[in-house]
């Protein structure tokens, strides 16, 4: 687990920094001069070059005296990390600074607005019905810092739809300014049954767009409990409908927790017979976060008691040739012969082992567990011996 | 969290106020167990008294029958009616292989053959004549046909006689083909139908040249095999076997497929047939009925066994197939890998003898070495009889429009579309079946024919309860089937 964000910083000393500003992380000697003057440059060590808006001072870094005062900015031993080509917001007055973008991390992910038109039982992010557009202008800011050579960034929220045309607004900067990186946004796909809003993002043709939706149940009522919204079912499928029909790719997400795993055999063959045409499936334990806690009698299962649904789900979708994952998953609580579709998809920032699996030979391909796990999982973890 | 609402919440629209059926049919299975299918072929199989309490309208929500009717679009309720979106997607996929029309084109560029087998359907023992050779102005006219079909693909299929045996007018075609197709820009596919006898180097060349597949047949173990296919020398089986090989060593192993033949000689023997196409390295074999056109019925090879005892020989098979598999070896048997396909997956496989609208002339047509056009390949056999009623032109005679939108086409395909046909309008198995009015017509007289009469339609019926009962009865087969069911 890393920190991404921290309120704690002291920024006494530096009166000359933006009051909110969206920099590029540097530690570069030799960067061109009129591009220092809107960077952050990272003093790991005993010298800094003159001229960037703002230094990043690590613990083991002292500024020499040609770096002004009032442009330092001190921080804990937890952003270490931080390199060359990351992106962070500094806001002075709050003493807060959020690492937005880390180029070394194949998970960078960017939360678009926190409203929701769902309100899912096992929300990791809980939605808050607050007025924040300026969450865009920040995104629109940072995109032309990131790094074109970036694999894949991701849109989340909230649900990014309800942004309405700044959505779209969205998508085409990252097609502009990234065009060689892959963008994964997860919306609930109810808005897309509006097939003008489906055929717009269609006409954007980015180059590497996949929309993870997720379905949760073959019967309608299950999924809209789950989801807690009344006729989400038919919207998101009608959603679904209509974005393959404009040839943007999507991936049907399924979140493995009690109310989902006793049908879960009988949404796979659901989804192989009416939406053979997804491009990907996506089977996700659950993640101890947000309200998932508050209803955890509803959720928890044990997945070794869930074996058997889930071997024969994954079974019927690779049958019907459909792409399959198996995310979030620990391998000794699942089956051998479902290894392959197991992938270690955990945020870096978030992935942990925990005491059980010391000695487990298998640590290396496991998916682990997120950090919140501690929360609440399984009893049953045993290392996987040779 | 007093927030969240409970699952009864979003049950409410259901116990309000009942459900409406989707489009279904139903059919008893063996003691009380019935299957019901719905508008594309979905299935559920329950008791008697669960399906009269569902037609009646008084299936409790609660029922977990419910749930599954209701997951496979059998009904749609208060709470949701996406299904229809879904339902009518479904419908669309299964009929659109419709709006291509005719893909695959049979060429039979001679009728002279140098085998004299007694269940043959069409060729003349070997002679010098060339009065039963195609011409170049045949082959040529037939072209013209062939690319009048909008299909996306074209497949052209030479068969015989042997079509060795007039390889330079095969050759012409081909090239003829390629040249129309740098124009036409059709996924263009060629199939040589031989018995590899009297296969050269040629032959592979020109094969490996243009991609051009090769289907040969191989009824069984050599003295099977020899028995049902003379020819001079007796050595048929040896023939086949070294010409696969040297094929397949030319073309890719992939490259060259065999088909069986069943006889009365076969009956017993189904172990010994399917161990040969493993021998041979076969990925499954086609377990075939004989059909009653030809020489098959001068010869009274076809009365020579019935309806039971194939059907005997082919779950003998069926079955020695399924346990290879759950041992761990994949084989598949393809005729049950294609009603599976109708089963299991929103697909309709492009197999001629079972679609509805009948697979003649809009699934696969036949231009005959004299430039007769028949509707099917069996149509053309039944005129070898004497019988030309699916004679639907001739390619000097006849243009395009006359050929395939004329009524020797029409009627047989309108007449016999099995959804509107009485016994299969509401039978439960006629989203995987099809309609075969040349059958029908040869043994009965007429284009539908009486089901309760038809060799067709009792041998399908026990092939598909044959399969929902070994797919109900034991997961370990219901995965074995998903799989052949999604061979494409």
Same mark, same amino acid.
């Given at each position: ?118 309100? +899912? ?52 900067? +990252? ?24 055929? /717009? ?58 109310? /989902? ?70 391998? +000794? ?26 000695? +487990? ?26 | ?488």
């Amino acid at each position: 687990m890393i920190t991404l964000g921290s309120r704690k910083i002291d920024f006494a000393a530096g009166q000359e920094i933006d009051p909110r500003a969206i920099v590029r992380v540097s530690t570069d000697y030799h960067r061109p001069l009129p591009l220092r003057a809107r960077e952050a440059f990272l003093v790991r060590g005993d010298d800094a070059p003159a001229g960037f808006a703002s230094y990043l001072v690590l613990p083991n870094g002292r500024c020499p005296d040609n770096v002004a005062a009032q442009r330092r900015v001190h921080l804990p031993p937890e952003f270490e990390y931080l390199d060359d080509g990351d992106v962070v917001r500094l806001v002075p007055e709050r003493g807060e600074i959020r690492t937005l973008y880390r180029r070394s991390s194949p998970h960078n992910s960017f939360l678009l607005t926190e409203r929701c038109n769902n309100y +899912c039982l096992m929300c990791s992010q809980p939605p808050r019905d607050v007025n924040d557009g300026w969450i865009v202008d920040e995104i629109l800011a940072t995109i032309p810092l990131i790094d074109p050579d970036t694999g894949e960034i991701g849109f989340t929220g909230g649900e990014p739809t309800l942004l309405g045309g700044r959505f779209f607004e969205l998508v085409q900067a +990252c097609k502009s300014y990234l065009p060689r990186t892959a963008l994964h946004i997860l919306t609930n796909g109810r808005t897309f049954s509006d097939d003008a809003f489906a055929r /717009t993002l269609g006409s954007l043709q980015h180059h590497d767009l996949m929309l993870g939706i997720p379905i949760y149940a073959d019967l309608p009522h299950v999924h809209d409990y789950i989801v807690q919204a009344d006729g989400a079912f038919d919207e998101t499928i009608r959603g679904i409908l209509n974005l393959k029909r404009h040839g943007v790719r999507v991936e049907v997400r399924v979140v493995l927790h009690k109310q /989902t795993v006793t049908r879960l055999p009988a949404l796979a063959a659901f989804l192989a017979r009416n939406l053979l045409f997804v491009d990907h499936v996506a089977l996700m334990g659950l993640e101890m976060m947000g309200f998932t806690r508050a209803n955890l009698d509803a959720l928890w299962i044990d997945p070794d008691d869930y074996r058997s649904e889930l071997t024969e789900a994954i079974g019927i979708l690779d049958r019907a040739r459909m792409r399959v994952s198996l995310y979030n998953a620990q391998l +000794c609580l699942t089956d051998q012969r479902i290894w392959r579709f197991a992938k270690r998809s955990i945020s870096d920032w978030k992935q942990e082992y925990m005491p059980e699996c010391e000695g +487990c030979i298998m640590k290396g391909d496991c998916g682990g567990f997120f950090a919140s796990a501690k929360h609440r999982y399984s009893d049953r973890i045993s290392p996987i011996a040779a | 969290m007093a927030k969240f609402l409970a699952l009864a919440e979003y049950e409410k629209p259901m116990a309000a106020g009942g459900y409406r059926p989707l489009p279904y049919r139903f059919m008893p299975l063996s003691g009380d167990r019935y299957v019901l299918t719905n508008l594309v072929g979905e299935f559920v199989i329950t008791e008697r008294e669960s399906l009269r309490v569902f037609a009646d309208g008084q299936l409790s929500y609660q029922d977990e029958l419910y749930s599954e009717l209701k997951s496979k679009h059998f009904l749609i309720d208060g709470d949701s009616d996406v299904a229809l979106d879904l339902l009518a997607i479904k419908v669309r996929t299964k009929l659109s292989p419709l709006a291509n029309f005719t893909g695959l084109h049979i060429f039979v560029v001679t009728l002279r053959c140098e085998h004299s087998c007694p269940y043959c359907q069409v060729s003349r023992a070997n002679d010098d004549r060339r009065e039963f050779d195609m011409t170049r102005e045949t082959a040529l006219r037939s072209l013209d046909l062939v690319f009048r079909s909008p299909s996306p693909a074209i497949k052209i299929e030479f068969q015989g006689g042997e079509s060795l045996l007039n390889l330079d007018l095969v050759e012409f075609i081909i090239e003829e083909a390629k040249r129309r197709n740098e124009h036409e820009q059709r996924d263009l596919a060629f199939v040589l139908a031989t018995n590899l006898a009297v296969l050269d180097d040629r032959v592979l060349a020109l094969a490996a040249r243009h991609q051009v597949l090769i289907s040969t047949s191989l009824d069984g173990p050599a003295d099977l095999h020899n028995k049902n296919r003379p020819r001079p020398g007796g050595d048929s089986h040896a023939r086949a076997i070294a010409g696969i090989h040297r094929a397949r060593m030319a073309l890719g192993r992939d490259q060259v497929g065999a088909l069986m033949t069943t006889t009365a000689a076969s009956l017993s023997r189904v172990r010994d047939i399917i161990d040969e196409y493993i021998t041979q390295d076969f990925d499954g074999i086609f377990l075939r009925p004989l059909s009653p056109y030809g020489f098959a019925v001068k010869t009274k090879s076809y009365a020579a066994y019935n309806e039971t005892k194939w059907l005997d020989f082919y779950f003998e098979g069926l079955d020695y197939i399924i346990d290879l598999n759950l041992g761990g070896f994949p084989f598949v048997e393809h005729y049950a890998a294609m009603i599976l396909q109708k089963m299991l997956t929103p697909f309709q496989p492009g197999y001629v003898d079972l679609m509805s609208p009948a697979g003649i002339g809009i699934g696969a047509v036949v231009y005959n070495y004299d430039g007769d056009v028949y509707a099917s390949d069996e149509a053309r056999m039944l005129a070898e009889m004497g019988d030309t009623r699916f004679r639907i032109g001739n390619v000097h005679a006849n243009t395009y429009e006359e050929i395939f939108l004329g009524d020797a086409l029409l009627d047989p395909l309108e007449q016999s579309f099995a959804a509107s046909v009485p016994m299969c309008s509401w039978c439960a198995f006629e989203p995987w079946c099809g309609s075969d009015p040349v059958f029908h017509h040869a043994t009965q007289g007429d284009f539908v024919g009486k089901k309760p009469l038809s060799a067709f339609c009792g041998r399908n019926m026990m092939i598909f309860k044959g399969l929902l009962q070994r797919l109900n009865d034991r997961p370990q087969v219901r995965e074995v089937f998903e799989r052949w069911a999604n061979i494409r």
